[in-house]
């Protein structure tokens, strides 16, 4: 009934409008082209996300597409042009996850090419977001577990680099992580618990709005490999990220312990060994995949897609991870193909 609702407002305006329905998970560049070419000929001024991260990433792109309206928008997700401006947006949120609702961020699929690819723009940042955090309370269990993991990644992808001297922001990242970490259990054994709601709303637009990431670099390399299994597959963003971060930090992991164990220490409650950091590194990734475990999530590649991917499916998606960073990607540790096929492998 959310919907109806939102016209009604509208018509209690004198607002007009044209609505535009049909968005899936993993949105599309043809739905966004659709929205494009909608609006040019409604004359669309300004675009109304209702929705979760997929609405509102096709609503960002829509926006960039009509006001420049002699570029092919997938030229911006290809890094090949920048757009000059683009319409207004705001958004009504109704699952808590992307962080699109705050965040400059769009991530569109090409089902032609098979590619999903995101980029950032200051024009399509959302001008306002109503976050009630009631609107979520019908979310399943697995969306509202996906939507957790992709919270606590957006987060955990900043948080892990080599940054030095950035103890406000580690801070405010493991008081993030251990929010979402406590309130996604609340939400999953009473859907109505409106303080957890909250917490993973809220926490879900500071984590990628860039507060989180202050003082620190990073590339999100574990969402590169997630998005080569939504592109190939259709996977569900968060369960394409549970099923690889344990496998790409254990590979990675030895180019700083410290900062993994100090994950494992303070997000999770691991006891420290002070004799071997790496063993409490590794106990920390262990008991996030035992986390994603206790929420209903996949932690191997098997488990997510319910068979084996083939040896040249593997390499398919690890030859496009790498091509995004132009051969390499990784600021934590720089990985090419082969690395990403070994992190692939291990992950089944």
Known sequence: GLLDTVLDALKAENIDYVTLGGVQANPTLAMAREGIELGKKEGADFILAVGGGSVIDSAKCIADGIANPDVDVWKFYMKEETP?????????????ATGS???????????ELGLKRGFN????????????????????????????????????????????????????????????KEATKKALKNPCDYEARANLMWAGSLSHNGLTGTGRINDFPVHKLGHELSAMFDATHGASLTCTWGAWARYVYKSNPAIFARFAVKVFGVEENFDDVEATALAGIDAWDDWCRSIGMPVTLTELLGFTPTE?????????????????????????????????????
Do not use: W
């Open 84 to 96: 000059k401006a683009a319409l207004p947006v705001g958004v009504i949120l109704t699952l808590s």
């Open 101 to 111: 609702e705050m965040s400059a961020s769009s991530v569109i699929t090409n089902t």
């Open 121 to 180: 723009s200051p024009g399509h940042r959302p001008l306002f977001s109503i976050c009630n955090p009631e609107l979520t309370y019908t979310v399943s269990p697995f969306q509202t577990g996906c939507g957790a993991v992709d919270i606590m990644m957006h987060t955990l992808e900043r948080y892990i680099t080599h940054a030095k001297n950035v103890e406000l922001s580690n801070r405010i990242a493991e008081g993030l992580l251990v929010t979402v």
């Open 312 to 348: 040249e499916q593997l390499e398919e998606m690890a030859e496009k991870a790498a091509a995004v960073g132009g051969g390499k990607i990784g600021l934590f540790q720089s990985l090419d193909k082969n690395n990403i096929l070994e992190i692939y492998k291990n992950a089944l």
